[in-house]
């Protein structure tokens, strides 16, 4: 089991840190919500891209496990900032699509009540996408597996 966030998102949480407390120090507040609020919608767009990439055919459970251990990694992050209800928001989608890589029984994502109340912020395009790439893993030998935190596919 994964026991630590991936180097990519020590180093990204970390850059985003030293950056405000030294370069942005000076800026006013809501300047800087705004810097971390793009930053943070850049990165969760990019880290919920790598999944969805065509390259990858199948997901792996670690993978999955690995991706859950950054994303909650990034949260406890953005719980440390000011105004971090508005900043988490940004972060909905990316979690909540994680939680959908976990779920047992993916039939919960096909009926519509369950998905509504677990799955509103969860792309409609997307979902399935997912659920066929770690399920294809059950069922066929995988070409290329995912890992959070890495650009190699």
């Known amino acids: 089991m994964v026991s630590e966030p991936s180097n990519y998102m020590q180093t990204l949480t970390r850059y985003l840190s030293n950056i405000m407390n030294s370069t942005l120090l ?17 990165a969760a767009n990019m880290i919920l891209a790598l999944p969805l990439a065509p ?21 406890d992050f953005v719980d ?17 699509t994680v939680q959908l890589m976990m779920i047992e029984n993916q039939d919960e994502y096909y009926d519509s009540s369950i998905r509504n109340k677990k799955f509103s912020r969860v792309d409609a395009m997307n979902g399935p996408v ?16 995912i890992y959070a935190g890495s650009k190699k596919l």
């Open 130 to 145: 997912l659920l066929d790439k770690y399920a294809s893993l059950l069922h066929s030998r995988p070409q290329k597996l």
């Open 26 to 42: 000076g800026l006013p507040r809501e300047i800087k919500e705004l810097i971390y609020f793009d930053a943070l919608s850049h």
């Open 80 to 96: 440390t900032l000011d105004n971090a209800f508005v900043l988490k928001e940004n972060l909905d989608e990316l979690q909540q």
């Open 55 to 75: 390259e990858v055919k199948s997901i792996s459970k670690a993978a999955v496990a690995a991706l859950a251990k950054d994303v909650q990694y990034l949260v």
